[in-house]
C-alpha cells in the first residue's frame, strides 16, 4: 500500500484581492502529523477548504490518491442538525466532540482539523489527543490555537504566510525560533533595498542621462525595484491592544456564602463558600456542562441564587466578554460595532479615531467597514476584545476568550491579563493560557461540589483528591482487582470491531426512514409503513446515539 495521499502543486486562489494562495505546494503522506500555522485571516480555513475539494482554486494542480478517505471538521459547530434531536439536545462541548467521533470513526486516511479544541472541555481533549496519537496510519493536518495540544500532537509545521507556505521539519517551539530568524533576514533585506531605491531614485531626478548603452541597465533595474515595491507584501503587524483600568475598588470583590442553585432537578452548586479579593486572577474549571458558566453569572449577579447569597464589593467596575460573541450586530460593520455612529473613541480618557482604535486591533480600514458577519472567527474575537477594552473595569469576567484567537494575538492578551490591576473570573479550556494567567482555580467536581485549588490547571492535577482522578477511569463493574482496568475484554475488543458496521447500518435505515417520511406522498400510498417509520424512527436514533457513545466509550479505553 502507497504511502502517498495527496499533493498540491502551484495552487493559487485570490478573493479579488491579493491572493489568499499563492503558489501553495504542499505533500501529504500517511502517517503524518502537521500544524498549519499563520495569522488570523491568512487563508488557513481556505487552505484546508482546497484540500476537502469545498473550493476550486483559480490555478494550480491537486491530485489525490484512488479512494482517498478525508475527514473534515470545520470551525464552526451546527447550531442543529434537521430531525436529529439528540445531537440537538447537546451542549457546544458535547457537539463537537460527537462531531470529532463521528470523523474519527469513519477511520479517514486524512483528517483535517481546524480549530478541534474550540468548546471541550479539558478531559476531551485529553482524549482526543490519546485518539490521534493511537491512529498512526491516518495522516493529520491541525489547526490550533491551543499551544499545548498543538506540542502534542504536530511533528511538523507548515506555516501559511502571505499566501506562502513553507514547510518546517522540527516541533512548533524550534518552528517559532527559527521563524522569528526569518523575519529579522527579511527585514534587514527589505531595510537595505529600501536604501538603494532611495538612492537610485535620487540619481534618476538629478536628470542623469539615461538613454545611454551604459545606464540603460540601471534604469531597468529600477524599474524591477519599483515593482517590487509597489507588490511586496509585509507581514502583518502586532495588536497593539491596552487595558484600561478603572480605579480600584474595596479589597473585597465577591463575598460569597452558602451558594446553590439548581436547574429544576439538577443541582449545579451546594453550599459553595468563597471570597474573590482585589487582584485575584481565578480561573474556573469542570467539565462540559458542569455549569460554569452558570457560575460565572452567579457570581457577577445576573442570575439569583436559590439559597446563599453573592454580595459584590464596593465601586466595582465590571466587563464581561461572552463566549458566544453575543455582543455584536453581524449586520453593522466593525466600526459600527464599536463606535455606533461616531468616529471617535474615548480610550484610557483620551480620544482616539475609531479607524486608529481599530488598527491596534489588525483592522485595515477597509476591514472597519465590512459587516461583522463576513468577519472569521478569529476577526469576531479580536472585535470583541476592542470592544471591551474600551470600558474602564476593575473586575473582569471572560467566557472562552482565546477560541479563534491565533497565538501571537493569545500570547498577548495574556501579557494583558497578567498586567491587569483589576481582578480577573476567567472559565477557559486552553491548559497553557490558563496556566499562564490563573492564581487560583475553582473546580466544579460533580455532585455540584465547588473547590478551592492555588494556582492554575497543573496545579489542580497535582492536588486533587485521588477520588478525583479516579473519575476519570471507566468504573468498575466489581470488586475485581483495579489493576489493567482500562484493558478490553476479548468480548468488548469484539464490540468494538463490530461497531462501525453497526453504526453504518442504523444511519442507512434513519436515512431511509427519513427520506420516506420527507415524501408527501408517502401516507396516501403507504399509510401503514408510514406509521411505522413515525415510530421507529425515534428509537433508531436512540439506538445510533448509544452506538456511537459506546464506541467513543471503548476507543478512549483502548487508546489509554
Given at each position: 500500500m502507497s504511502d502517498f495521499l495527496l499533493s498540491l502543486r502551484d495552487v493559487s486562489l485570490a478573493f479579488g484581492?491579493?491572493?489568499?494562495?499563492?503558489?501553495?505546494?504542499?505533500?501529504?503522506?500517511?502517517?503524518?502529523?502537521?500544524?498549519?500555522?499563520?495569522?488570523?485571516?491568512?487563508?488557513?480555513?481556505?487552505?484546508?477548504?482546497?484540500?476537502?475539494?469545498?473550493?476550486?482554486?483559480?490555478?494550480?494542480?491537486?491530485?489525490?490518491?484512488?479512494?482517498?478517505?478525508m475527514a473534515f471538521v470545520s470551525q464552526a459547530v451546527p447550531a442543529d442538525r434537521p430531525g436529529d434531536d439528540a445531537f440537538n439536545a447537546l451542549s457546544g462541548g458535547g457537539r463537537r466532540r460527537r462531531i470529532l467521533e463521528e470523523a474519527l470513526l469513519s477511520h479517514p486516511d486524512l483528517l483535517l482539523l481546524d480549530e478541534p479544541t474550540n468548546h471541550l472541555d479539558v478531559e476531551a481533549i485529553d482524549w482526543l489527543e490519546g485518539m490521534i496519537?493511537?491512529?498512526?496510519?491516518?495522516?493529520?493536518?491541525?489547526?490550533?490555537?491551543?499551544?499545548?495540544?498543538?506540542?502534542?500532537?504536530?511533528?511538523k509545521i507548515f506555516d501559511l504566510d502571505r499566501g506562502e507556505l513553507s514547510g518546517w521539519e522540527c516541533d512548533y517551539a524550534t518552528f517559532l525560533r527559527r521563524k522569528e530568524e526569518l523575519l529579522c533576514d527579511e527585514a534587514v533585506c527589505w531595510e537595505r533595498k529600501a536604501k538603494k531605491l532611495a538612492r537610485e531614485e535620487a540619481w534618476i531626478r538629478r536628470g542623469v542621462k539615461a538613454r545611454t548603452t551604459r545606464n540603460e541597465g540601471r534604469v531597468a533595474a529600477l524599474m524591477k525595484l519599483r515593482e517590487e515595491f509597489a507588490s511586496r507584501r509585509t507581514a502583518a503587524g502586532r495588536a497593539e491592544m491596552r487595558l484600561d483600568t478603572a480605579a480600584p475598588g474595596g479589597m473585597r470583590v465577591i463575598k460569597?456564602?452558602?451558594?446553590?442553585?439548581?436547574?429544576?432537578?439538577?443541582?449545579?452548586?451546594?453550599?459553595?463558600?468563597?471570597?474573590?479579593?482585589?487582584?485575584?486572577?481565578?480561573?474556573?474549571?469542570?467539565?462540559?456542562?458542569?455549569?460554569?458558566?452558570?457560575?460565572?453569572?452567579?457570581?457577577?449577579?445576573?442570575?439569583?441564587?436559590?439559597?446563599?447569597?453573592?454580595?459584590?464589593?464596593?465601586?466595582?467596575?465590571?466587563?464581561?466578554?461572552?463566549?458566544?460573541?453575543?455582543?455584536?450586530?453581524?449586520?453593522?460593520?466593525?466600526?459600527?460595532?464599536?463606535?455606533?455612529?461616531?468616529?471617535?473613541?474615548?480610550?484610557?480618557g483620551v480620544r482616539k479615531h475609531v479607524y486608529s482604535y481599530l488598527s491596534d486591533f489588525l483592522f485595515t480600514p477597509e476591514r472597519t467597514r465590512t459587516p461583522v458577519k463576513a468577519l472569521s472567527g478569529g476577526e469576531r474575537a479580536r472585535l470583541m476584545l476592542a470592544k471591551l477594552f474600551l470600558k474602564p473595569s476593575n473586575l473582569l469576567i471572560m467566557d472562552e476568550p482565546t477560541n479563534d484567537l491565533d497565538i501571537e494575538t493569545l500570547e498577548l492578551l495574556e501579557e494583558q491579563l497578567m498586567a491587569y490591576k483589576g481582578t480577573l473570573l476567567l472559565v477557559s479550556h486552553d491548559r497553557e493560557f490558563f496556566d499562564n494567567v490563573v492564581t487560583s482555580t475553582f473546580v466544579l467536581e460533580g455532585d455540584a461540589l465547588v473547590r478551592t485549588y492555588p494556582g492554575g490547571y497543573e496545579d489542580y492535577l497535582r492536588q486533587r483528591p485521588s477520588s478525583s482522578r479516579e473519575s476519570r477511569a471507566v468504573p468498575e463493574r466489581s470488586a475485581a482487582p483495579k489493576r489493567r482496568t482500562n484493558r478490553l475484554s476479548y468480548n468488548e475488543q469484539r464490540e468494538l470491531a463490530a461497531l462501525p458496521e453497526r453504526i453504518a447500518g442504523l444511519e442507512a435505515e434513519i436515512a431511509a426512514m427519513e427520506g420516506f417520511l420527507a415524501d408527501g406522498s408517502s401516507y396516501g400510498s403507504d399509510p401503514e409503513k408510514y406509521r411505522h417509520c413515525s415510530g421507529e424512527l425515534p428509537r433508531r436514533r436512540e439506538e445510533l446515539e448509544s452506538a456511537v457513545e459506546r464506541w467513543a466509550e471503548l476507543e478512549e479505553r483502548a487508546s489509554l
Open positions: 484581492g491579493p491572493p489568499v494562495l499563492d503558489g501553495v505546494s504542499l505533500s501529504v503522506s500517511r502517517g503524518l502529523r502537521a500544524a498549519l500555522t499563520g495569522r488570523n485571516g491568512e487563508g488557513k480555513s481556505t487552505l484546508f477548504k482546497v484540500i476537502a475539494g469545498e473550493l476550486e482554486p483559480d490555478a494550480g494542480e491537486i491530485v489525490r490518491a484512488p479512494g482517498l478517505k496519537r493511537r491512529q498512526r496510519d491516518m495522516a493529520l493536518l491541525v489547526v490550533t490555537h491551543d499551544r499545548r495540544f498543538l506540542k502534542r500532537v504536530a511533528e460569597i456564602e452558602n451558594l446553590s442553585f439548581a436547574y429544576g432537578e439538577r443541582q449545579v452548586v451546594r453550599d459553595f463558600t468563597a471570597d474573590v479579593l482585589r487582584g485575584e486572577r481565578i480561573g474556573i474549571l469542570g467539565a462540559n456542562g458542569a455549569g460554569k458558566t452558570t457560575l460565572l453569572k452567579l457570581l457577577t449577579g445576573s442570575l439569583a441564587p436559590d439559597s446563599g447569597s453573592v454580595r459584590i464589593g464596593t465601586n466595582v467596575e465590571m466587563a464581561f466578554l461572552d463566549q458566544l460573541r453575543g455582543e455584536l450586530n453581524g449586520e453593522l460593520t466593525v466600526a459600527e460595532n464599536i463606535a455606533s455612529d461616531r468616529d471617535e473613541v474615548v480610550v484610557g
